[in-house]
Nanobody, 117 residues
Framework: VQLQASGGGLVQAGGSLRLSCAAP???????????MAWYRQIPGKQRELVAR???????NYEDSVQGRFTISRDNAKKRLHLQMNSLRPEDTAVYYC?????????WGQGTQVTVSS
């Protein structure tokens, strides 16, 4: 079972992108209790947590994105979002959505975000 991430692309520094992640039908019925997150990975480096949102909508952010990125979830549409503003070249990475709960965890396939200087 894989989440479906979308919304990546090429943007200039200072620009914005909105990533989305859709839950497949097989897990949509258990979406609401899941804790969800966005991770990112640069080639040669470990995947790092960018932002997290719990089932009751508490959020946490990695220090470098605090105040620039906003994670949100739409339980009715079974979607996770990441609004990214004031993008910097160092935000360039493959972004992955992630969900966990009920003893299971799920990853998305990744979407490339490239920020040019």
């Amino acid at each position: 079972v894989q989440l479906q991430a979308s919304g990546g692309g090429l943007v200039q520094a200072g620009g914005s992108l909105r990533l989305s992640c859709a839950a497949p039908r097989t897990i949509s019925s258990v979406f609401n209790p899941l804790n969800m997150a966005w991770y990112r990975q640069i080639p040669g480096k470990q995947r790092e947590l960018v932002a997290r949102i719990t089932s009751d909508r508490h959020t946490n952010y990695e220090d470098s994105v605090q105040g620039r990125f906003t994670i949100s979830r739409d339980n009715a549409k079974k979607r996770l979002h990441l609004q990214m503003n004031s993008l910097r070249p160092e935000d360039t990475a493959v972004y992955y959505c992630y969900a966990e709960g009920n003893g299971n965890n799920y990853w998305g396939q990744g979407t490339q975000v490239t920020v040019s200087s």
